[in-house]
């Protein structure tokens, strides 16, 4: 968590939280990968995870656990508890899981996105929890910015369009 | 990745990116300058700031490298600078070009192509292995969500990679572009249980 505020990058594969509600947690250019932002208005806790790759069964669990949707989701939820955030009160915000390449619908690297966002749907699932606003897919990049002191998630594409999820 | 394995990959990604200068220049009749070349360990985390920041506007030209490795290349530049070298190679007025449309991104394809042949035939002819390219994709998005395309591979099987980069610029003009090589671990170490058998 930081000392002070300021916006705290959360990179591929990282998860970050804070309380202190001058910080904005920043998740910058995800492509296929997926952001889940999580707030519990409550106590001012918020929590954001940069995920790759949907499933840990796919891949070696060298490094960063967290860049796998199934571990990091957990992860996530688990310290912000610790911070005092209860998960019956989050607010949760999905974004990101684009397709970058456009080739054969059936070639599961190049649907990575769309399998990152499925998995974070059904991790989420599987906990009880329900999303409640989301903007994934398509083929652009996002970056999506977490406001500790309200909660609002705001995203931004490359040109200046912005908007509030 | 021992001292002796990354000598080798150092000498034959340096040839490699000389290789493709070359024919780069051949391309558009204009001298090459290059001005760094370095072959470094990166995180994967990392992997975007080579590519000039995760926000930063990028146009790249993607190609994966299959065969008995596999690999990613991604020729990076800003947006204006793939327009300078769109209008370079399609003989078009410097400053004519307001967007990639279909015929400059169908140029930068091609520029995308002959360096990465140039550089997977320098790989080969030093191992006798027969690396293919893929066929170029050129993008335009944030650096941070190209990056995801190889980061989403590599990430599978190691967190770091032997990233070799070049940074390079046409004489007469002011344009400039990196070439990244982000080699999976399996293409290094097949390239060095062949590296005599050329």
């Known amino acids: 968590m930081a000392a002070h505020g300021s916006s705290i990058i959360v990179g591929l594969g990282e998860l970050r939280t804070s309380t202190l509600p001058d910080d904005v947690l920043v998740c910058v250019g995800l492509g296929s990968c997926v952001a889940l932002c999580a707030y519990d208005a409550e106590v001012q806790v918020a929590g954001m995870a940069h995920m790759v790759l949907p499933a840990s069964s796919e891949g070696r669990r060298v490094g960063l656990e967290s860049k796998f949707v199934d571990l990091a989701i957990p992860q996530l939820l688990d310290e912000m508890e610790r911070l005092g955030a209860l998960r019956s009160r989050l607010r949760l915000k999905l974004t990101g899981g684009a397709r970058m390449i456009n080739g054969p619908a059936d070639d599961d690297r190049q649907r990575i996105g769309e399998r990152n966002v499925d998995a974070a749907n059904a991790v989420l699932c599987a906990l009880g929890l329900r999303v409640h606003g989301d903007d994934t897919g398509g083929n652009r990049g996002r970056t999506a910015r977490l406001y500790v002191a309200s909660g609002k998630v705001r995203i931004s594409l490359i040109g200046g369009d912005s908007f509030e999820l | ?23 780069l220049s051949q391309l558009c009749g204009e001298p090459i300058n290059v001005e760094s070349f370095g072959l470094r360990r990166v995180e994967m985390t990392e992997l975007p700031e080579t590519m ?18 596999h690999g990613h290349i991604m020729l990076a530049y800003d947006p204006g600078m793939a327009l300078g070298f769109a209008e370079m190679l399609l ?54 969500a190209l990056s995801d395309i190889i980061a989403a591979d590599v990430l599978l099987v190691q967190d770091h990679a032997f990233l070799a980069q070049t940074e390079f610029r046409v004489a007469e003009r002011s344009m400039s572009g990196a070439f990244i090589v982000v080699p999976r671990q399996d293409l290094l170490e097949v390239l060095l249980q062949h590296r005599s058998a050329a």
């Open chain 2, 91 to 144: 003989a078009n007025p410097s400053g004519s070009t307001g967007r990639l449309g279909d015929m400059e991104r169908s140029a930068l394809g091609e520029l995308g192509n002959i360096m990465a042949s140039s550089f997977l035939n320098v790989l080969g002819e030093s191992t006798g292995l027969r690396l293919l390219p893929s066929p170029p994709i050129v993008l335009s998005d944030m650096a941070g």
């Open chain 2, 52 to 69: 000039g920041g995760a926000d930063a506007e990028a146009v790249g030209i993607y190609i994966t490298i299959s065969g008995p490795a």
């Open chain 2, 1 to 23: 990745m021992n001292e002796h394995a990354l000598a080798f990959w150092t000498e034959v990604a340096g040839r490699g990116f000389r290789r493709a200068m070359m024919n």
